[in-house]
């Protein structure tokens, strides 16, 4: 379905990026992997599905490392006609303890950078078709979009933010072939989350398997993980000529959580 089609994934390396990645190389999609830590795991799963695959080690956290990533993924590939900004931290502080250096780097990554790949994305994709424009914005919020969390003050200012920066994109591009729409996890078990369960086993003397089981049963009625393979085939419908009228929306694939 996405053959010929660019896909840039920031914050890939792991986790959800990775398997929204994934997802859409199945569907032919070449792919701009971003983030940090090893590079060579994800790219080999990658690379067996068939599409090529570049990599760019932007920080998301600086405006000339993002425009030097938009530039280097149009000179890898033309143009990106997928953007997923995924790329998020976590800080965990009641809001009198936390530290102003977190709050600016949680903004920083998992708002602002969004609204600078988004704005260097945005004139190729409404050039594209011939001037009618295509092109899919797909912005990893959180349920933390929707509702809030005590002790989670950056995040969950940043994840309502990134569901407001979605709203205008599709408002400002409602006219033409560019949709951008928000995806809103809950939990999923990646390494953001890891930290948090062994935070809990190590204040509260529990297992691994016994933090796990209480942080869902605080705020997931399903009592389960949602998997990043799952959330990659939400972007792949997005991506699908059946959302081409899908524009705006924040949807949650949270277990329940939102709808208590
Ligand atoms: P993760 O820690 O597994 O992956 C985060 C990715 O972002 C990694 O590739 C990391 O290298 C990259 N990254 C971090 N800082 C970066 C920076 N400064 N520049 C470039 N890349 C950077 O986390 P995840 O759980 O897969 O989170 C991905 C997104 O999903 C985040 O935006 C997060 O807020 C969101 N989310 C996660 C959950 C969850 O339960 N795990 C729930 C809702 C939303």
């Known amino acids: 379905m996405l053959k010929g089609k660019t ?10 990026g990775l398997g929204i990645a994934k997802a859409l190389a199945r569907q032919g999609a070449n792919i701009v992997l971003n983030g940090f830590g ?23 956290s600086k405006a000339a490392d993002i425009e030097d990533m938009m530039k280097y993924a149009a000179a890898q590939f033309g143009r990106v ?10 800080h965990v502080a009641r809001i009198e303890d ?27 994709m409404r050039a594209a078709d ?7 914005i797909i912005n990893v919020a959180s349920v933390h979009g929707l509702v809030a969390s005590a002790e ?6 940043a994840k309502h933010g990134i569901v407001g ?32 369960v062994d935070a809990k086993a190590a204040a509260l003397g529990l297992s691994n398997e016994e933090a796990k089981k209480l942080l869902l049963g605080e705020k997931e009625p399903s009592l389960q993980f949602t998997t990043p393979d799952e959330l990659g085939e ?11 009228n899908v524009r705006g929306v924040a949807w949650n694939m949270d277990g329940g959580w939102a709808a208590q």
């Open 152 to 157: 989670k003050s950056a995040y969950v200012a």
């Open 38 to 60: 090893d590079i060579e795991g994800p790219k080999a799963e990658i690379a067996p599905l068939g599409v090529k695959v570049a990599y760019h080690g932007a920080d998301m």
């Open 165 to 196: 920066l979605t709203k205008v994109t599709a408002l400002e591009n409602a006219t033409s072939g560019v949709t951008c729409n928000a995806i809103c996890p809950g939990w999923v078990l990646t390494p953001l989350v890891q930290k948090q």
């Open 130 to 136: 011939n001037g009618k424009g295509w092109g899919r």
């Open 234 to 244: 939400l972007a792949v419908f997005f991506c699908s000529p059946a959302a081409n």
């Open 98 to 124: 936390f530290p102003v250096e977190r709050w600016d780097a949680v903004l920083a990554i998992n708002l602002t950078s969004a609204f600078h790949t988004t704005r260097l994305a945005l004139p190729a």
């Open 7 to 16: 896909a840039l994934v920031t914050g890939s390396t792991s986790g959800i």
């Open 81 to 90: 006609d997928i953007l997923v900004n995924n790329a998020g931290i976590q």
